[in-house]
């Protein structure tokens, strides 16, 4: 008798892992195709519950303000002439805290251009802007190149007094102008954030935020180094 019973419990047992495996097997394969597709979850307003999406749902940056983008492509065209700048002092000085200086400017500069093309281009936008309509425009004045410069850019003429200084002559209008251009800069950030719902987007307003906040530190570097008095800046 107890030989039958050892029997009938092996048999019940082996009967339990079979069944103990499908069961296992008929659970799993529904949490490995789940595991295989992802989820999006959308999370709700305060008070709302959240939303699962379809897998196809794709992020979209939320939509640019014209000033946003306005404000990039005049920044870009700003750097530039910037970068431009700092490309004479080697050959023009051997001062080497303004060469110390102007590294730093060109390299900060030229990264934030790489930045700023890839907002526009990310975003669908162009990188230069468009073209103004000249019907009504004083031909003379954008024939001078004044009426289509950045805050603070310098002009022509400035450029090329730059162009043809060497030296302390050099040192002297390559501080004077920067600080003006880093002045322009400033003047194109209070400009966006003043403009209604611009600088909203997360990415600009760090960039804008930064530009202002490292050009203030550069033009106190440069006014010490003409042997002024750091002005306090008005904000």
């Known amino acids: 008798m107890s030989e039958l019973w050892t029997v009938i419990g092996v048999a019940a047992l082996r009967s339990g892992i079979v069944t103990a495996a499908i069961l296992l097997g008929s659970f799993s394969l529904p949490v490995c195709a789940q595991q295989s597709t992802p989820v999006v979850v959308q999370p709700g307003a305060p008070g709302k519950p959240t939303r699962t999406l379809p897998p196809s749902t794709r992020g979209k940056?939320?939509?640019?303000?014209?000033?946003?983008?306005?404000?990039?492509?005049?920044?870009?065209?700003?750097?530039?002439?910037?970068?431009?700048?700092?490309a004479l002092i080697e050959s023009r000085t051997e001062n080497k805290d303004l060469r110390s200086l102007g590294a730093r400017i060109s390299h900060s500069q030229a990264e934030e251009i790489r930045f700023m093309k890839r907002w526009l281009t990310t975003r669908g936008e162009a990188i230069s802007p468009a073209m103004p309509d000249m019907s009504?425009?004083?031909?003379?004045?954008?024939?001078?190149?004044?009426?289509?410069?950045?805050p603070g850019m310098l002009t022509p003429k400035q450029m090329e007094a730059l162009r043809n200084a060497n030296g302390k002559d050099f040192d002297h209008l390559f501080l004077t102008g920067m600080i003006q251009h880093h002045g322009g800069a400033l003047v194109m950030v209070k400009d966006l954030f003043d403009t209604a719902g611009a600088g909203q987007d997360a990415e600009l307003?760090?960039?804008?935020?930064?530009?202002?906040?490292?050009?203030?530190?550069?033009?106190?570097?440069?006014?010490?180094?003409?042997?002024?008095n750091p002005l306090e800046e008005k904000r």
């Open 61 to 86: 940056l939320p939509p640019s303000s014209p000033a946003d983008v306005q404000f990039m492509q005049g920044m870009i065209t700003h750097h530039e002439q910037a970068v431009e700048m700092t």
């Open 205 to 228: 307003f760090n960039f804008a935020t930064d530009v202002d906040s490292g050009q203030r530190a550069e033009i106190r570097i440069m006014q010490n180094m003409l042997g002024e």
């Open 136 to 150: 009504n425009m004083d031909m003379s004045g954008a024939m001078s190149g004044h009426s289509m410069l950045m």
